[in-house]
């Protein structure tokens, strides 16, 4: 893989092409939060351009807004030089403009050609689903771009990548214009991946837009012509792949400066608590070994999917370790289950509060007593006043909003959820706790507040794991940082090593070039 | 939240109240205090094997085997009787409860265990019971003359101006409303209804958890299929067929969400009594039996649409409890 080595000014787009998909000035606000503010992207017919951003800087909310799931605030779209407003995803899809998503949306009970027809089939004279011919096109459109498919298999036999397959297919059926596609690689394997890359290129060929959002630098450098950056929903710049080199893009990227406020903390890591060896698992991660001490935030950043979550959840006894050992204050324990794993002092806040955190129809109290009931009853009945009580102490020290404690936690909103989860894992008195993305999709004020209580938590002797994707809270809050990619770890970071270049390299996977 | 769920309970108390002014006012005997006594006692049955079935719907489940088991509990019983009539009814009592307990746990086991959806599990286990009858008795009945006068005599005689049975339905409605309240399985039954991954993360074993909701409802079951068999002095293998779905209706009309994790025990005895009644007032006041199953439809359905009007009223609370988070803020 060669790049040009000149690094020019950002922002220079290409004369002569018209762009085939143009959005500018586009605005969107979600309560609380700025996703979008005065972007602007550019599609060429016949060219990749590659979105490129953090976690959260807005790729995903310009990719539902570019397919009509999301209406902007402000701004404007022009399919081939023509305002248009994308009222619904329908009207998106019929201007020509398919997304393939990161978990394909696709029918695994239907054949793969029904699957590319579906909505659109064609019909004999009488409105029926004519199947000979729905199965000839789907054939046809697989010869086209290759796959190795019958029309007839059901979609739930295929793959991973078949099913890209198919969903590129249908996007074909529905002669897209311009094709999205949002992270295709992740879970392919190299063959599958270079199969793919043949395939944009026939896309190319055929004279459609493709946007490809990627966090890997080098395909992004093997397949696309040209570039776009967002960070924190602004656009930083856009150009082409020949004259920018990886450090540019970094650079972007990340920022140089980092404008949230992070509560001062005095580092003064204690003993030994938790020390992980050899830690592995047969398909998630191996070779897994950190050491975490007593009042210190050790931050795990990698890119989605490194296996940072798997390695936490087999700590808490969710999914077992192949091998390895787990030294709790210097003593191997072994962790079967996540009632073992409170008992000996580890609790893990998951990421995926709805799912995994509260328990949507029991009051605000019972969900913060559920893991600490033995503490809460005598000889094995419940003592409401004593639930109360716990709840009330650990609820009032995270300034939780509420109007009462039996009120229902799926009326709070999500920053006091995730506060009432939080209160319910300190209430078990733990030792670590393992905080997973803890600020992810709440808003500037909640996280500030999330931020201060867990350098509290430190400064009172808890020690916390943090697994973050978000470079301003990974570098605001940690004492050490362990970077995962491809369920190994890359690096360790600390003190002067630990800057937003040397994060982005590891987890992507970048050599130690020099910028 | 609390008032809410009181008002849900709230009305289906006051359509219970409507449904005897109703009926008084074509045959007011019908609401004299001897004949609600009898129409609770009667209603009984129902009422204990909806308290164990909202424990299984609370956890996500569901367990269709109740009226089998009852009848194969019911059916080694009375055999066990007309082999043994000296045998004490308190030891004929603990045995049922045991066997329906075993049966329930076996449930539990093959959910547990095997992860098999329960509403497999339990119409298998519900027709295998069911075979076993007939296996047991060769399709023969146990008949009132083959049973000793105090097996029969138990569930009947009064305690206190109450029937034993109808004390029996009293005394489990207590026991399982207390559970449910001030237990930790209890608290774990809602939260492995509620929301399992959660359940999961806080250590708590969801398939543990409705192994144990299983094993309740069965011995619910067994001791009910005892109180079924000496109360109209006979046994045979269809006794009780299909009514594991009145049991289920009774939940569902008593504002236990299918779902899981939503619903109150009191929401279950009403619903229980509001079948009851029905049942019970029909043949008085001169109305087709099939009328009760129409009527009973109509209030599942009006039950189940209630808790869907008010699942949506819960998110409009968002705004004002937001609001008045703003307020206090």
Known sequence: MQMSVESRQFGAPAAGDEPILALSGITKTFPGVKALSDVSLDLYPGQVTALIGENGAGKSTIVKTLTGIYQPDAGEIRVSGEPVHFATAQDAAAAGITAIHQETVLFDELTVAENIFIGHAPRSRFGLIDWARMRQQARDILTRIDADLEPDMLLRDLGIASKHLVAIARALSAEARVVVMDEPTAALSHKEIEELYDLVERLKSEGRAILFISHKFDEIFRIADRYTVFRDGTHVGSGLMSEVNEADLVRMMVGRDVDQIFPQRQKSPGDEVLQVVGYSHPTEFADIGFTLRRGEILGFYGLVGAGRSEVMQSLVGITRPSKGVVKIDGTIKVIRSPADAVSNGIVYVPEDRGKQGAVIGLPIYQNVTLPSLSQTSRNGFLRLAEEFDLARHYTQRLDLRAAALDQDVGNLSGGNQQKVVIAKWLATKPKVIILDEPTKGIDIGSKAAVHAFMAELAAEGLSVIMVSSEIPEIMGMSDRVIVMREGLIAAELEGDALTPETLVRHAAGIGEKQP | ?329
Request: charged share 10%.
């Open chain 2, 1 to 329: 939240m609390m008032t809410f769920l009181k008002s849900r309970e709230a009305m289906l108390g006051a359509a219970i109240l409507l449904l005897l002014f109703l009926i008084a006012s074509r045959f007011p005997a019908f609401v004299a205090p001897a004949n609600l006594v009898r129409v609770f006692t009667d209603t009984s049955p129902l009422l204990i094997l909806a308290l164990g079935q909202t424990v299984v719907i609370l956890t996500r489940c569901i367990d269709l085997s109740v009226a089998a088991n009852l009848a194969l509990t019911g059916m080694v019983c009375a055999m066990l009787n007309a082999a043994m009539p000296g045998l004490p009814v308190a030891a004929i009592l603990l045995l049922a409860v045991a066997l329906g307990a075993f049966m329930g746990a076996l449930n539990g086991l093959l959910v547990w265990k095997l992860a098999i959806p329960s509403i497999v599990v339990t119409l298998g286990t519900m027709t295998i019971f069911r075979g076993i009858i007939f296996l047991i008795s060769d399709g023969a009945w146990v008949n009132a003359h083959e049973m000793s006068a105090s097996f029969t005599g138990f569930p009947r005689s009064t305690v206190l101006g109450l029937p034993v049975l109808a004390w029996f339905g009293l005394l489990v409605a207590v026991l399982v409303a207390v559970m449910i309240a001030r237990t930790p399985l209890g608290r774990a039954f809602y939260a492995v209804g509620g929301n399992p991954h959660a359940a999961i993360y806080t250590g708590i074993d969801v398939g543990k958890t409705q192994f144990w909701a299983f094993t309740l409802s069965g011995a619910l079951a067994g001791l009910t299929g005892y109180l079924w068999v000496a109360r109209y002095a006979v046994a045979y293998v269809d006794i009780a067929g299909g009514f594991e779905l009145e049991v289920v209706a009774a939940c569902v009309i008593g504002g236990i969400s299918i779902a899981g994790g939503a619903g109150t025990i009191l929401g279950t005895i009403l619903g229980a009594l509001f079948l009851g009644i029905v049942k019970n007032a029909l043949p008085v006041v001169d109305i087709s039996p099939f009328w009760q199953m129409a009527i009973s439809g109509t209030a599942i359905i009006v039950a189940v649409t209630l808790n869907v009007r008010n699942a949506r009223a819960k998110g409009r609370i968002i705004l004002r409890s937001a609001q008045a988070e703003g307020a206090t803020a």
